[in-house]
């Protein structure tokens, strides 16, 4: 079976990976891209149940925040932050630069949400 993550190219490294050494820009303060790694991405497709859609339905009549869509909407895009995460660390980075979301309608009731970026690896700026 074909390795989705393609985790032959770079064994994983002993380096920390978390949420403050991801950035929606392209450099991190304090840091140098030593090397660029490459895409990773984290993709799921979610839909929302009848009784979802018919409780959303009824929210709507009243207007606001429509709380079950937003909810679907955070769920997604935690379990592609997660996966993408996931695929970093096990490529051996231990930072990810623009980071991104995407979403695409499939078809009705079906959205793919992707959530990307460039796997690297920094050192401090003053190494």
Known sequence: MADPY?????????????DSMITTAFELPGFRVVQNIGVVRGITVR???????????IQTLFGGNITIYTQLCEQAREETYRDMVKHARMLGANAIIGMRYDATDIMTGLTEVLCYGTA??????GS
């Open 6 to 18: 393609n985790t032959a190219r770079r064994p994983a490294g002993d380096a920390r990976l978390d």
């Open 47 to 57: 839909s929302r149940s009848i009784v979802g859609n018919f409780l959303g339905g």
């Open 120 to 125: 690297v690896i920094v050192e401090p700026a």
